[in-house]
């Protein structure tokens, strides 16, 4: 399964879009590109999935290039109780989820 | 609402006991599952996969008699930590795979004292 590299943390502004980026440059045609979000002690919670165009859903909306190489997961309106940490993840249909590090967004009033 | 539970919740023992972990589909049979650790700081790290009616799959490096995987219903998979002992403490969650999505439980709390 391809990797994905993400920044390690971000902030962002209550109220404020948050926008999240995710390169995935070794995507093979088959892979969609996940998005999962971890808050502290929980376990992980689906946001959005996509394969190759924009997905929206009633958490976020997830924009895909045209190359796949990148994505961004794109919150809206940003409450305290998205800070988390926020997993991309590459697979196939039905594969193996392989978490890395991801990004910590912690959201400030 | 949820779709995955797990119980318990947390679970403290002494070392050298062996400890089950139960992890259930809600509201779907579930003929795959997969089961993930994750040490405090540190990112989910998956075990195996459970597979129904046969044997799990375990990933490089995980003990499969240390960490029993038993997939006997299409709602159930359980795992059992085998003689634990205090390295064996972390995070252990597991996930279903739901057409091309999975879906992960709350987490349970193994500390070996």
């Known amino acids: 399964d391809a990797k994905t590299t993400q920044p390690p943390s971000m902030d962002c502004a209550e109220g404020r879009a948050a926008n999240l980026p995710c390169n995935h440059s070794?995507?093979?045609?088959?892979?969609?590109v996940y998005w999962y979000r971890q808050i502290h002690s929980q376990g992980p919670q689906y946001i959005i999935h996509?394969?190759?165009n924009n997905e929206t859903n009633e958490m976020a909306s997830l924009i895909i290039t045209e190359d796949r190489k990148s994505s961004t997961l794109i919150l809206p309106h940003a409450t305290l109780r998205d800070t988390a940490v926020y997993y991309c993840?590459?697979?196939?249909?039905?594969?193996?989820?392989?978490f890395g590090q991801g990004t910590e967004l912690s959201v400030k009033p | 609402g949820a779709v995955v539970s797990q119980h318990p919740s947390w679970v403290i023992c002494k070392s050298g006991t062996s400890v089950k972990i139960e992890c259930r589909s809600l509201?779907?049979?579930?003929?795959?599952m997969f089961w993930y650790r994750q040490f405090p700081k540190q990112s989910l790290m998956l075990m195996a996969t459970?597979?129904?009616?046969?044997?799990?799959?375990?990933e490089q490096g995980v003990e499969k008699d240390k960490f029993l995987i038993n997939h006997a219903s299409l709602t159930l998979s359980t795992l059992t930590v085998t003689s634990a002992h205090p390295e064996d403490s972390s995070f252990y969650i597991c996930s279903e795979r739901r057409q091309e999505t999975q879906y992960f439980g709350p987490g349970t709390r193994l500390l070996v004292l």
């Open positions: 459970s597979n129904e009616g046969s044997k799990a799959t375990y």
């Open positions: 996509g394969l190759k």
């Open positions: 993840i590459v697979a196939s249909q039905g594969g193996k989820l392989i």
């Open positions: 070794t995507i093979s045609g088959n892979e969609y």
């Open positions: 509201d779907f049979q579930a003929t795959t």
